[in-house]
């Protein structure tokens, strides 16, 4: 029983990590209905900056989480207004291998100016650990929760409670609609990215303060599991990515608690197979809808 | 109030709207009719800024709006209900009605406008916090229409508002449309019920594959032979 409840701690806040990640690839499919598979990479881009400001400038945890998000979420629109504006009006599998293409673009970029070799990252966090009954739980650990919690609950207040997050809502269901209540539809597209981008280097720095190790190609594996986890919510939906993150990472870590650690990763993509056989619209995901 | 002149739009190499010029003057209803496919809903998007020009004029009262983007004509006073009423589905009925307020900023005006668009349609006060999306066809065009008077209109758009709605309620749409108009809004609307539409209209423009055929006013072409022949089912 400890062994389980020891994993399911290890799963909820690698869950969380994911969690953060699959909402920025949800948010913005929902909006133009891209799978941003740059996403992943700016997530990694996001760990280097957080590394940078900890061992060059200095700073803690909470300053350099601030920067590395903010820095993200003008990478973010950047990407955007380069890469998928000029699209707008193309076919989807045009953005989606342009999509392609900026993820292996920032890669290697990043790659040729910090090189290939693997970093540790300073530590910022108390390595304290907390014994309850059999189960240990990491400071660190605590923190990823808490920070993932914390964010996600902005998220919610920006989505249902402001009028920009209205207009989110707005132009995902219907762009033409959205123009003719006077929302700007490429502003409100430009701000959805920034979100995005800003959860995802709050992960980058999450995860690069957990393993302690960051290289310029960690963005993949974690990016195409976030994908996997926001299909398994049902893409498109905001609380459905929260689930299928923390599912993901349970999942992950129950695989390699009890079986083998080998098999984490053919686990979590023999599930995506499974999902979209059983219910290709994920758990909250809607059924398309039929136009009246 | 609201002028075209010499308007053309094509959808790539269709040439949709040809030359084509009317005139909306302050306080009229005028009304587009004209069978399906023939402009009508794409003169209306043209107007909104949803759809881009080729050449020709635009203008609202004396201002050239054929080139700016449709938020800002929303701003200038120009309101649409589009065709298919386009609600928010998954919102509220109290959601869409702010977001038909989007421009605004007059927190406690809006709150007045929402309690008048209850007044104004009861069963959209009843419905408030119910999702859009479950209401009835004309529900569903009342709110389309309460969300779109939300901007507070100069001029209301209005595409094909009694479509697959049943007849009783295609005539309580159009007294409210009636009503609309005399509390102030000038009205452009689109219609295939050419009948309904002339009966409330000061003047008419008849569109035919995407070129105005006849004009003039309401009761004029209500009697005139080609329309009764050509949209009224008339011998």
């Given at each position: 029983?400890?062994?389980?409840?020891?994993?399911?701690?290890?799963g909820?806040?690698?869950?969380s990590?994911?969690?953060?990640?699959?909402?920025?690839?949800?948010?913005?499919?929902?909006?133009i209905?891209?799978?941003?598979?740059?996403?992943?990479?700016?997530?990694?881009?996001?760990?280097?900056?957080?590394?940078?400001?900890?061992?060059?400038?200095?700073?803690?945890?909470?300053?350099?989480?601030?920067?590395?998000?903010?820095?993200?979420?003008?990478?973010?629109?950047?990407?955007e207004?380069?890469?998928?504006?000029?699209?707008?009006?193309?076919?989807?599998?045009?953005?989606?291998?342009?999509?392609?293409?900026?993820?292996?673009?920032?890669?290697?970029?990043?790659?040729?100016?910090?090189?290939?070799?693997?970093?540790?990252?300073?530590?910022?966090?108390?390595?304290?650990?907390?014994?309850i009954?059999?189960?240990?739980i990491?400071?660190?650990?605590?923190?990823?929760?808490?920070?993932?919690?914390?964010?996600?609950?902005?998220?919610?207040?920006?989505?249902?409670?402001?009028?920009?997050g209205?207009?989110?809502?707005?132009?995902?269901?219907?762009?033409d609609?959205?123009?003719?209540?006077?929302?700007?539809?490429?502003?409100?597209?430009?701000?959805?990215?920034?979100?995005?981008?800003?959860?995802?280097?709050?992960?980058?720095?999450?995860?690069?303060?957990?393993?302690?190790?960051?290289?310029?190609?960690?963005?993949?594996?974690?990016?195409?599991?976030?994908?996997?986890?926001?299909?398994?919510?049902?893409?498109?939906?905001?609380?459905?990515?929260?689930?299928?993150?923390?599912?993901i990472g349970i999942m992950?870590?129950?695989?390699?608690?009890?079986?083998?650690?080998?098999?984490r990763?053919?686990a979590?993509?023999?599930?995506?197979i499974?999902?979209?056989?059983l219910?290709?619209?994920?758990?909250?995901?809607?059924?398309?809808?039929?136009?009246? | 109030?609201?002028?075209?002149?010499?308007?053309?739009?094509?959808?790539?190499?269709?040439?949709?709207?040809?030359?084509?010029?009317?005139?909306?003057?302050?306080?009229?209803?005028?009304?587009?009719?004209?069978?399906?496919?023939?402009?009508?809903?794409?003169?209306?998007?043209?107007?909104?800024?949803?759809?881009?020009?080729?050449?020709?004029e635009?203008?609202?009262?004396?201002?050239?709006?054929?080139?700016?983007?449709?938020?800002?004509?929303?701003?200038?006073?120009?309101?649409?209900?589009?065709?298919?009423?386009?609600?928010?589905?998954?919102?509220?009925?109290?959601?869409?009605?702010?977001?038909?307020?989007?421009?605004?900023?007059?927190?406690?005006?809006?709150?007045?406008?929402?309690?008048?668009?209850?007044?104004?349609?009861?069963?959209?006060?009843?419905?408030?916090?119910?999702?859009?999306?479950?209401?009835?066809?004309?529900?569903?065009?009342?709110?389309?229409?309460?969300?779109?008077?939300?901007?507070?209109?100069?001029?209301?758009?209005?595409?094909?508002?009694s479509?697959?709605?049943?007849?009783?309620?295609?005539?309580?749409i159009?007294?409210?449309?009636?009503?609309?108009?005399?509390?102030?809004?000038?009205?452009?609307?689109?219609?295939?019920?050419?009948?309904?539409?002339?009966?409330?209209?000061?003047?008419?423009?008849?569109?035919?594959?995407?070129?105005?055929?006849?004009?003039?006013?309401?009761?004029?072409?209500?009697?005139?032979?080609?329309?009764?022949?050509?949209?009224?089912?008339?011998?």
């Amino acid at each position: 029983m400890s062994e389980f409840l020891q994993q399911m701690v290890n799963g909820i806040s690698l869950g969380s990590i994911y969690a953060l990640i699959a909402l920025g690839y949800t948010m913005v499919y929902g909006i133009i209905k891209l799978i941003n598979f740059a996403h992943g990479d700016v997530y990694m881009i996001g760990a280097y900056i957080g590394f940078a400001a900890t061992t060059y400038a200095q700073l803690g945890f909470f300053p350099a989480l601030i920067i590395s998000m903010a820095a993200c979420a003008v990478l973010g629109v950047f990407v955007e207004r380069i890469a998928y504006k000029p699209l707008r009006n193309s076919s989807r599998i045009a953005v989606l291998i342009t999509a392609i293409g900026v993820s292996l673009l920032m890669e290697y970029v990043m790659m040729f100016f910090v090189g290939a070799e693997v970093r540790s990252y300073p530590k910022l966090l108390s390595e304290r650990v907390f014994e309850i009954g059999n189960v240990y739980i990491k400071a660190q650990q605590l923190y990823i929760i808490a920070t993932a919690i914390i964010l996600m609950i902005v998220l919610q207040f920006i989505v249902h409670k402001t009028k920009t997050g209205k207009a989110m809502r707005a132009v995902s269901i219907d762009k033409d609609a959205a123009q003719l209540m006077g929302i700007k539809v490429d502003r409100t597209i430009s701000f959805t990215f920034a979100i995005g981008s800003a959860f995802a280097g709050a992960a980058g720095v999450l995860v690069g303060i957990y393993y302690n190790s960051i290289d310029p190609l960690m963005g993949i594996m974690p990016g195409l599991k976030a994908f996997v986890a926001a299909v398994f919510g049902g893409i498109g939906s905001i609380p459905g990515a929260m689930i299928g993150g923390l599912g993901i990472g349970i999942m992950e870590t129950l695989v390699s608690g009890y079986w083998n650690s080998m098999y984490r990763d053919a686990a979590v993509f023999a599930f995506l197979i499974i999902i979209l056989i059983l219910k290709p619209a994920g758990l909250l995901g809607k059924n398309t809808r039929e136009k009246v | 109030m609201l002028s075209i002149k010499n308007l053309n739009v094509h959808y790539g190499v269709i040439h949709a709207l040809k030359d084509i010029s009317l005139e909306v003057n302050e306080g009229e209803i005028v009304t587009l009719i004209g069978a399906n496919g023939a402009g009508k809903t794409t003169t209306l998007r043209t107007i909104s800024g949803l759809n881009k020009a080729t050449s020709g004029e635009i203008s609202l009262e004396g201002k050239d709006i054929t080139n700016i983007a449709p938020p800002q004509r929303v701003k200038m006073g120009i309101s649409q209900v589009p065709e298919g009423r386009r609600i928010f589905p998954e919102m509220s009925v109290l959601e869409n009605l702010e977001l038909g307020a989007f421009l605004r900023n007059d927190k406690a005006e809006i709150k007045k406008d929402i309690e008048k668009i209850y007044n104004r349609f009861p069963i959209l006060g009843n419905r408030k916090r119910q999702t859009a999306g479950t209401l009835s066809g004309g529900e569903q065009q009342m709110l389309a229409m309460g969300r779109a008077l939300m901007s507070r209109p100069r001029i209301l758009l209005l595409d094909e508002p009694s479509m697959g709605l049943a007849p009783l309620l295609v005539r309580e749409i159009f007294n409210i449309i009636k009503d609309i108009n005399n509390t102030g809004t000038t009205i452009l609307l689109v219609e295939q019920n050419a009948s309904m539409a002339l009966s409330i209209a000061s003047r008419a423009y008849v569109i035919e594959t995407g070129a105005i055929v006849i004009s003039g006013t309401g009761e004029e072409l209500a009697k005139s032979n080609e329309i009764q022949k050509a949209y009224l089912g008339g011998e």
